[in-house]
């Protein structure tokens, strides 16, 4: 977490293959920095760990992390 997923290396994306991700929804008036927030196995786990961060999490998209190759 933490990090953009563009910046995630070959072997951390062979890892979290079939994960989902949660990056804040850039809107004119938030330019997030499109940093990993939540990594869960499903959507709902990335919503249940935003929660628990005090983050709303109808703020954020969810993407499924695919393999490198």
């Known amino acids: 977490m933490g990090r953009a997923p563009d ?3 070959i072997e951390d994306r062979t ?13 004119p008036a938030a ?3 499109r ?8 959507i709902e786990d990335c919503m249940r760990m935003l ?3 005090g983050l709303n ?5 969810y993407t499924r992390i695919t393999p490198a190759y």
Not at 35 to 42: K, L, T, V
Not at 57 to 61: A, G, I, K, S, V
């Open 7 to 9: 910046q995630l290396s």
């Open 35 to 42: 940093r990993i927030e939540a990594i869960g196995d499903s």
């Open 15 to 27: 890892e979290l293959a079939g994960k989902y991700i949660a990056q804040e929804i850039y809107t």
């Open 57 to 61: 999490p109808l703020d954020f998209e």
């Open 51 to 53: 929660k628990s961060r």
């Open 31 to 33: 330019l997030p920095l």
